[in-house]
């Protein structure tokens, strides 16, 4: 299977500041031969389901802020949050689908 | 818009089972295949499984093989997760999820989450 590892596991950042959430995959999760990089990631909020953010690495979900965005490749992988929300107060996870099963990081919470 | 809606909190001994509905509405509901994921308590994501609609053919997690089950009723557009042998460490929520696009494991909606406790 292959390993998803988030840091931090948690971290604080001021309202209006920027919030970096780093994902690194056990193996390369980049298909050449449509040149997709099978890395999503998802918001949970307390006693909520988890919500899709950004899928294909880079591509925001239908009525997410373009606050939140997605980048990297290969087996590095970055969710920034610009000019952060009361909000955004959630846990963060990445999720590969390269490969079956599809993995997930163990999550990062974020905190005013 | 698209729906998933679960069924309600389950409560079962060791060894029992448990069957989980999940109700889809809002789109073509044979064009996607629906996963289950289970959370436990405090814990991260973990994918158990999925099942496509079209033919009710299933891909379990190895994890899982041999204990669960799902399957689909198409009438009802309606996705069931049967698992058995239950442990505590089976606690846990138990989601349904829709894949974003046909064939990539990514989720793009959610149901509510159905908690299971396993305890004697």
């Known amino acids: 299977d292959i390993v998803m590892t988030q840091s931090p596991d948690s971290l604080a950042v001021s309202l209006g500041e920027r919030a970096t959430i780093n994902c690194k995959s056990s193996?390369?999760?980049?298909?050449?031969?449509?040149?997709?990089?099978?890395l999503s990631w998802y918001q949970q909020k307390p006693g909520q389901p988890p919500k899709l953010l950004i899928y294909?690495?880079?591509t925001r979900d239908s009525g997410v802020p373009d606050r939140f965005s997605g980048s990297g490749s290969g087996t590095d992988f970055t969710l920034t949050i610009s000019g952060l929300q009361p909000e955004d107060v959630a846990v963060y996870y990445c999720?590969?689908?390269?490969?079956?099963?599809?993995?997930f990081g163990q999550g990062t919470k974020l905190e005013i | 818009q698209v729906h998933l809606v679960q069924s309600g909190a389950e409560v079962k001994k060791p060894g029992a089972s448990v069957r989980i509905s999940c109700k889809a509405s809002?789109?073509?509901?044979?064009?996607?295949?629906m996963n289950w994921v289970r959370q436990a308590p405090g814990q991260g994501l973990e994918w158990v499984g999925l099942?496509?609609?079209?033919?009710?053919?299933?891909l379990y997690a190895q994890k899982y093989e041999g204990r669960v089950t799902m399957t689909t009723d198409t009438s009802t557009t309606t996705v069931y997760m049967e698992l058995g042998s239950l442990t505590s460490e089976d606690t846990g929520v138990f989601y349904c999820a829709k894949e974003g696009t046909r064939g990539f494991f990514y989720f793009d909606h959610w149901g509510q989450g159905t908690p299971v406790t396993v305890s004697s």
């Open positions: 193996q390369n999760v980049f298909f050449q031969s449509n040149n997709k990089t099978y």
């Open positions: 294909w690495a880079s």
């Open positions: 099942i496509n609609p079209r033919d009710g053919r299933t």
């Open positions: 809002g789109y073509t509901f044979s064009n996607y295949y």
């Open positions: 999720q590969q689908y390269y490969i079956s099963p599809p993995t």
